[in-house]
Structures are given as C-alpha cells and as structure tokens.
C-alpha cells in the first residue's frame, strides 16, 4: 500500500472505531441522532513549514488540521461523552492522550492538571480511573474548593498568564503559582502527566506564558488544549495565534529563551460544534476550535529518571 493509502485506511478505521464503540447505542433511534463527526482527511498531508507571519488563510486552515501522524502510536482518546441537542449529537470531553509506553501515564502514580471543567467531569473521571490523581479548576462554576473523589481535586480558581482577581471577580493565577500552592500535595518536583485546558481564549497567554517560564519544558508530559479563535478574526490574530502554536512545536531556540518549544503535536481534530463562516475564508465555512494535543519531546524516548517507570502491567 502506498503511505496515503495506510493514511487514508488509518482514518477510516479510527472513525469506525468511534461509531463502533459509542454511537451503536443510539441506533434504536436513527432520524433523531446524527453524529456530526467532520470528516475531513488532512492526516496525511505533509507538515506546513511556513511561518505564521507569511501564511495565507487556507495555509492557517491547513496548519490547524494537520497533524503528525506517524508521531504516537496509540492516542486515545479519555473523557468521551456525547452532547446532545435539538436532535443534534457531538462528541463532547474528550482529549487525546498517547499511551506510548515511554511517554504514557503510570497507574497509580500520575498526575493530571485539568482546567475548565463546566460540570463536565468525563475527562477527569477517566483519569482518576486510571490510576491519577487529578487536580480540577474552574472558577466559573461557582463551586467552592472541594475533594470530589478520594482521586478528584478540586479548586475555585482559573489559569491565567498572571496571578489576578479578573473582571468576572474569578480569581486566576499562573501555571507556575498553582504547582507552588500544590506542591505539599503532589511533591515539588513531580511531573505532570497530562495538562489539560479548556479554557475559552485564556489558552493564548497561558501558552506563551508557560513556555516563557519554562515550566511547558519542564514540567509537563503532555498537553491537550481546546484552541479558540472568533469567526470574525482577521488574518493577523489567526498569524499571532499559530506563531503561539509554532512556537510551542519549535525545534530551535525561541527569542524569549534559550530552549526550544520541543512540543511534538499528535493529535489535532475540529470541534464539530464550531463550524462557521470564517472572515477571512470570505465567508466560507471554516472551524473556531480545534482539540490539539501535543507530548514533551525531551521525555519521549528519553533515558531521563522518569522513563523507568514507564511499564504497562499487559507489556512485561
Ligand atoms: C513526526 O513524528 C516523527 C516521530 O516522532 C518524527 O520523526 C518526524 O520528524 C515528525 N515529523 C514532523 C514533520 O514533525
Ligand atoms: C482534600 O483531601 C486532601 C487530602 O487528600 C486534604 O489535604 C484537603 O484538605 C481536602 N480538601 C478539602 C477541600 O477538603
Ligand atoms: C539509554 O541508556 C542505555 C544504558 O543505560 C544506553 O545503552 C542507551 O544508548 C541510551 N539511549 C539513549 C537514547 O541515550
């Protein structure tokens, strides 16, 4: 088979697999239920290498698609829920985590930071399941501190580039100040496995400010955001949000630093929710949000401490 062909019957076995595994229940009730699950192909394309800043709209739509294939051989997906309004249906929750051995998070002994939580507890319960401890924040639930389970935590408190009480009165702090206050709970030098964040538009100076800190590079496993733009953005805020995005995938230096981005992107689909007509397609109908998630090049493969332990129970 030539690699488009892999390529191609990659995707359609995963999308099978998908119905195959959550949609069989609704099949009592056909008309009623559609599964919006986009499809489009862009798995296989080549990677696009441009820079952000000389990129033309349908170079930004192709970045945001692409993704690398080839680069985790066993992404799954945690968290899967169903939406369902108006006798519409879309997956909901869900975040891809690679389960590569060298890079996978141990039963028993991983940590999860999840961010944005909406009452929508899939992702953290699956988790907790298997085998982390996961640490949950929102501040727009109006929910006070509180141990949901004996392995859910759960905090009133946002991310945000910087420590602050924001307009919403929602107070908000740094990646780096919520390790600190965590730091008697999970250790002070602990790594974390997955760091989600669904965090409607905060994600852009999260990003930056975590890779500015250093604290993506050294701290973080993986990382699986819900990206944002608005359907009426011009080009420029699509150019400053991908060069955020490149910056993180970068293998040279970056300006603010001396280390690269070094984030490897595995997984990368659209909201299926989210599709609009895009300003900058001329109308054309384009997403606003994608599921992106990438791993930490500098433990994938590593010799480092942390892959010791990485053994699946079924591997030995
Ligand atoms: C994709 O991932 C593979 C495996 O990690 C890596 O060797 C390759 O360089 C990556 N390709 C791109 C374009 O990032
Ligand atoms: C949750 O449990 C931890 C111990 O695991 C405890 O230290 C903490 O105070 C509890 N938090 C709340 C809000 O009860
Ligand atoms: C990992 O360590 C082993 C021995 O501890 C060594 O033989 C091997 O070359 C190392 N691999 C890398 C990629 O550094």
């Known amino acids: 088979m030539s690699a488009r062909r892999v390529c191609y019957f990659v995707f359609t076995a995963t999308v099978l697999v998908l119905i195959g595994t959550k949609v069989v229940h609704w099949m009592p009730h056909p ?14 394309s080549t990677a696009p290498t441009k820079q952000a800043e000389l990129m033309s709209p349908e170079e930004i ?64 319960e699956d988790m907790a399941q298997f085998g982390c401890q996961v640490y949950s924040f929102d501040p727009s639930m109006g929910v006070d501190d509180h141990n949901r389970t004996e392995r859910i935590h759960f905090f009133n408190l946002g991310l945000a580039g910087k420590d602050e009480v924001n307009a919403q009165g929602w107070n908000m702090k740094t990646a780096s100040s919520i390790y600190r206050m965590l730091s008697d709970r999970h250790g002070a030098t602990k790594l974390i496995d997955v760091f989600k964040i669904d965090i409607e538009f905060y994600e852009w100076e999260v990003i930056l400010q975590m890779l500015k800190s250093g604290f993506l590079a050294e701290k973080v496993l993986q990382f699986a955001v819900e990206i944002h733009f608005h359907a009426e953005d011009p080009l420029e805020i699509f150019q400053r949000r991908v060069r955020i995005l490149q910056d993180l995938e970068s293998t040279y230096p970056l300006s603010y630093s001396n280390d690269i981005g070094g984030f490897v992107r595995f997984s990368s689909r659209p909201n299926s929710g989210l599709k609009r007509p895009l300003t900058i397609l001329g109308g054309k109908e384009g997403y606003i949000g994608f599921e992106v998630a990438w791993y930490n090049s500098r433990f994938y493969n590593s010799n480092g401490s942390h892959s010791k332990d990485r053994v699946f129970p079924y591997y030995k």
């Open 61 to 124: 739509v192709q970045y945001l698609h692409w993704t690398n294939s080839t680069s985790c051989q066993l992404a799954v997906d945690f968290g899967f829920d169903v939406a369902v309004w108006g006798g519409m249906a879309a997956p909901d929750g869900q975040k891809a985590v690679c389960l590569d051995q060298v890079i996978a998070p141990v039963y028993g002994k991983c940590l999860v930071y999840s961010f944005g939580i909406k009452n929508l507890w899939s992702f953290d």
């Open 31 to 44: 008309s009623n239920y559609v599964v919006n699950i986009p499809v489009q192909d862009n798995s296989c």
